[in-house]
């Protein structure tokens, strides 16, 4: 079956405008997680979708990020204003309720010039 | 407070020799535990799990771990590295089973 997408796959933009990045968790799969991954650096936790409760948002790191998910499907982050420290790759991961391994996309590149 | 720590940044190993990747875990609660393995230009894939039943854990490609509650570890062991395994290696604690603290990763090098 289709496992998690996202796109772009890269995205290059110039610092002060925004970008969106697209999620598409696996079908069924109630949790919705998006992480940054820094260079050389492990995973940022950002937000947290679980069915329809409010999202958990401790880890966006500036009122700039925001997330929704639509449906309790697509899920779409957003920064605004974008600054260089933003240039990362940006991973989606969902979980199907109850089970603990999370399934993650290819990532979206990040690039801010 | 929950967090993870990957003791060794980087491993280099001989093929066909013991692979010990190390993870050390702070948590509040009673934790699930995951290793997960990214290869380079690929996505992040779940090597195993502990989810409080037994303490060693089997995964994929001859891959274990081992929970130690005393020691607050959870090491990723292999008795003999492949080429194939070159790789970044991510420890990952959930103490709810809702949030996910990542460790920084341990890159690992096989030579051969």
């Known amino acids: 079956g289709a496992g998690v997408s996202q796109s772009p796959s890269n995205k290059v933009t110039e610092k002060g405008k925004d970008v969106e990045l697209r999620c598409d968790p696996i079908?069924?799969?109630?949790?919705l997680y998006w992480y940054r991954q820094s260079l050389g650096q492990g995973l940022e936790f950002l937000i947290y979708?679980?069915?329809?409760?409010?999202?958990?948002k401790s880890g966006l790191p500036s009122d700039r990020f925001s997330a929704e998910r639509t449906g309790g499907s697509v899920s779409t982050l957003t920064i605004q204003r974008t600054q260089q420290e933003d240039s990362a790759v940006y991973l989606c991961?969902?979980?199907?309720?109850?089970?603990?391994?999370?399934?993650f996309g290819p990532g979206t590149r990040l690039t801010v010039t | 407070a929950q967090s993870v720590t990957q003791l060794d940044s980087h491993v280099s190993v001989s093929e066909g020799t013991p692979v010990l990747l190390r993870c050390n875990y702070s948590?509040?609660?009673?934790?699930?535990l995951f290793w997960y393995v990214q290869h380079p230009n690929k996505g992040l894939q779940l090597l195993l799990k502990?989810?409080?039943?037994?303490?060693l854990v089997k995964g994929i490609n001859g891959f274990e771990a081992e929970f130690k509650k005393s020691e607050t570890s959870f090491h990723l062991t292999k008795p003999s590295a492949h080429m194939s395994d070159a790789a970044e290696y991510f420890c990952?604690?959930?103490?709810?089973?809702?949030?996910?603290?990542f460790g920084t990763g341990t890159s690992l090098t096989v030579i051969p």
């Open positions: 991961a969902s979980r199907l309720r109850g089970s603990g391994e999370q399934y």
């Open positions: 079908s069924g799969h109630t949790a």
């Open positions: 979708f679980q069915g329809n409760s409010a999202p958990d």
């Open positions: 948590s509040s609660y009673s934790p699930s």
């Open positions: 502990y989810t409080s039943a037994a303490t």
């Open positions: 990952v604690v959930s103490p709810t089973g809702n949030q996910f603290y």
